[in-house]
């Protein structure tokens, strides 16, 4: 067959070819399978306490019997602690520590998928290992899934320039001249007390979006292949409908989160695995499966 070389015009026209069809796969999966994925979302139950608790003890099951998560956690939380640690020896970063420290829960579910996943197969009785977690990268759902996990980390860079939007207007916008003073100016000072007050403000709003959002979304898309609308959705129904006790389960999670930073983050390979767990059992209470809506 003969070979001619392409003019400019007809090799360009071919990758916008490309790109739509690619982009239309994308938009496929992003949709999930049928015509209207908004049409009918996955019916949703009402929990309680007594169903946070349940899923805690679940979640700590799962851990216990999934002791390969800490192999990956173990590196990304000890590097998350030194990056922090590392903004303390920077003046001009110093405002930023607790934003970041505390805005890292903002990436908790995508950090959590493959707790997610891991819970998911034992429940079916599959293999469990945390390679066996990596094959969450070949799910139908894994572009929506991708786009979400985008999403929230647009969100976390968002609360970082918000954070540092009431340090300017409150403590105004020099950098502080040590740590030492920099944690004086904030403890003693009305400018400090504004800044936390406002900062606590605006961080609860972020960190309630997040959690509407990305509770039930996650461990959705990994079960089902509804698509990202119908997902994000259904997690904002749920929310909705289960306001205390979601918002119950929202001060465990920031605990646990808390309580795990300290220190450097350390206690992390056991809080975060854990709460991943237990989210995807939450997610089994809250979400009527297919088979028992039909």
């Known amino acids: 067959m003969a070979q001619t070389i392409r003019n400019p015009i007809e090799w360009s026209a071919d990758l916008v070819k490309d790109g739509l069809r690619y982009t239309e796969s994308v938009g496929e999966h992003l949709g999930g399978e049928g015509a209207d994925p908004l049409a009918e979302l996955p019916q949703i139950r009402q929990i309680g306490i007594s169903d946070l608790k349940d899923s805690l003890k679940k979640g700590v099951a799962d851990f216990a019997a999934c002791r390969t998560d800490i192999a990956f956690l173990c590196i990304i939380y000890p590097i998350v602690g030194l990056f922090v640690t590392w903004l303390a020896f920077d003046r001009n970063l110093l405002p930023l520590i607790f934003p970041a420290a505390s805005g890292f829960a903002l990436l908790g579910p ?151 930073s300290i220190p450097a983050f350390l206690g992390l390979i056991i809080v975060m695995p854990v709460l991943g767990h237990a989210t995807w059992h939450l997610y089994r209470k809250a979400v009527v499966p297919p088979e028992a809506a039909a």
């Open 110 to 260: 995508v950090a959590a998928v493959g707790a997610y996943e891991l819970s998911r197969r034992r429940e079916r009785g599959e293999p469990a290992s945390w390679g066996d977690a990596l094959k969450v990268l070949a799910s139908p759902s894994f572009a929506a899934i991708l786009v979400l996990g985008l999403g929230l980390l647009a969100v976390f860079a968002a609360w970082m320039l918000a954070a540092f939007g009431v340090y300017s207007a409150t403590m105004g916008p020099e950098a502080p001249e040590s740590a030492r003073t920099f944690l004086r100016d904030v403890l003693t000072t009305g400018a400090g007390w504004t800044m936390i007050v406002v900062g606590f403000a605006v961080g609860f709003v972020f960190a309630a979006a997040v959690l509407a959002v990305s509770l039930i979304s996650f461990p959705l898309l990994l079960d089902r292949n509804v698509g990202l609308p119908a997902a994000v959705l259904t997690s904002v129904k749920v929310t909705m409908a289960n306001l205390r006790t979601v918002a119950t389960w929202g001060l465990i999670v920031a605990a646990g989160l808390a309580l795990g």
